[in-house]
């Protein structure tokens, strides 16, 4: 089982941190928010922009400033 929490700050809320230790799988709302940055960024400029190029743990470290 996976536990999905869209919030991204903190990157472990009570909800992943319970469903963590339950043995599920989990995941933060930051995958969410930088695909709809990237939608978004290719919707306005008409350029594609990979999703490979970011570093998901650096962005983790610059929302949680």
Same mark, same amino acid.
């Given at each position: 089982?996976?536990?999905?929490? @869209?919030?991204?700050?903190?990157? $472990? @809320? =009570? ?9 599920? $799988? ?15 960024? @290719? ?6 922009? =990979? ?9 983790? $470290?610059?929302?949680? =400033?």
């Amino acid at each position: 089982m996976t536990v999905f929490d @869209t919030i991204y700050n903190p990157s $472990k @809320t =009570r909800l992943l941190a319970e469903a963590e230790a339950a043995g599920c $799988k989990i995941e933060n709302g930051l995958r969410m928010l930088l695909y709809q940055a990237i939608a978004s960024f @290719t919707l306005w400029t008409g350029i594609d922009v =990979r999703e490979e190029i970011f570093d998901l743990k650096e962005l983790q $470290k610059m929302c949680s =400033r």
